[in-house]
């Protein structure tokens, strides 16, 4: 057989790993965006859901829109975690359109 | 022929263990410096450490005054060195016991030559070198635990000072369409701002949230005169990402590389969110 120099194959499997390895790069820096809007939004549902029988994460959104906030997800979920008694500060205000709603009825 | 090079060392890679050793010889002076020297060596045979300790003691016992290393094994062994690089033949039992036949030793000093007792070491190749065996005996070495050992230890570690105290509130501020918690004292990464040069104030005025440690300011959506000021630390450019595109089996691959700019800034203080109505924790009763 004709002799083949050593280091032929070696470099071709590293060029294949390194090939993968900025593919799978490139395309996880885009998919990091939404991994990490699916855990702030599943931090703060499970903080949420602590409020009330009927209250979750997608009513939670709706009232912060409707109460003009523009608070992120991702503020959300850090503030769910550090702060508790912040977010249930912010739950309060926008709870209390709510109330002045069902009251005027 | 065991050659031993010994290289000074700067003083961050010599471990805790071996600098605490080293000041000690400031305050026990006549602490032998073979040992410290033979720690700091950087090439060194290790099964014949503990005998070149105990042939470096014995020569330095030689010499009453301690002195170079390099001077009094060259004057035993009449052979020239250099002074940065130490050599010394594989001690053999009978060069060793040489020394005890050569009564007659030359010093530059005058001192006496007195004929040493040598005292019984056994050739134990892998005994680890003591503290006890370097200092001299009538030294006591405080015991861990004792309050003339917490004293040296006082003297020897560097001190740390507590952390400075830090204003207790936070405010959440939106630069280049995101949104960052921010805390006075701190610095945070933002998208480049263009206009900005190093060492200008900076104020920003989206504050979307202030909390201090009794109350919270909950912007809708903005907290109204709320301001954060901060100072440009530096324009710089984000690491490069390596943009890859690539097609399998079409023989297509582009490979670009990208640096964001972005600016360091940090935040100097929170002001302007004292007359903002504040949030309570209770929820609000019903007015009639």
Known sequence: MTRVKRGYIARRRRKKFKIRALVSAHRDRDRQKRDFRRLWITRINAVIREKGVYYNYSKFIHDLYKRQLLLNRKILAQIAILNRNCIYMIYNEIIKTKIRKNTSK | ?288
């Open chain 2, 1 to 288: 022929m065991v050659t031993i090079v010994i290289r000074s060392k700067p003083d961050r890679i010599i471990p805790q263990f071996y600098q605490q050793k080293l000041r000690l010889s400031t305050l026990y002076p006549s602490l032998k410096l073979p040992f410290e020297l033979t720690k700091m060596a950087s090439t060194t045979l290790t099964c014949y450490c503990s005998s070149l300790c105990s042939t470096l003691q014995f020569l330095q016992n030689q010499n009453p005054i301690s002195k170079p290393l390099s001077q009094p094994v060259s004057r035993f062994l009449s052979t020239p060195i250099s002074p940065p690089i130490l050599t010394l033949q594989n001690p053999s039992l009978s060069q060793l016991y040489a020394f005890k036949k050569d009564s007659q030793i030359d010093d530059e000093e005058g001192d006496d030559s007195e004929s040493v007792d040598l005292p019984d070491f056994k050739r134990n190749a892998f005994a680890r070198p003591k503290l006890s065996d370097v200092l001299p005996d009538d030294i006591e070495i405080p015991k861990p635990g004792t309050p003339e050992y917490d004293d040296i230890l006082e003297k020897l570690l560097p001190k740390k000072s507590p952390p400075p105290p830090r204003e207790e509130i936070f405010a959440v501020v939106m630069v280049g369409s995101r949104q960052y918690i921010v805390i006075p004292g701190r610095w945070i990464y933002t998208q480049r701002l263009k206009e900005a040069n190093v060492n200008d104030k900076i104020v920003l005025n989206k504050v979307l949230l202030v909390g201090t440690k009794t109350s919270t300011y909950i912007g809708k959506p903005v907290v109204t005169n709320a301001a954060v000021h901060a100072v440009v630390e530096e324009q710089l450019l984000d690491d490069k990402v390596i943009v890859f595109k690539y097609k399998k089996k079409k023989n297509y691959r582009r490979t670009k590389g990208h640096r964001q700019p972005i600016t360091r800034i940090k935040i100097t203080g929170i002001t302007g969110f004292e007359d903002y109505p504040a949030s309570t924790l209770e929820a609000e009763t019903v007015s009639s």
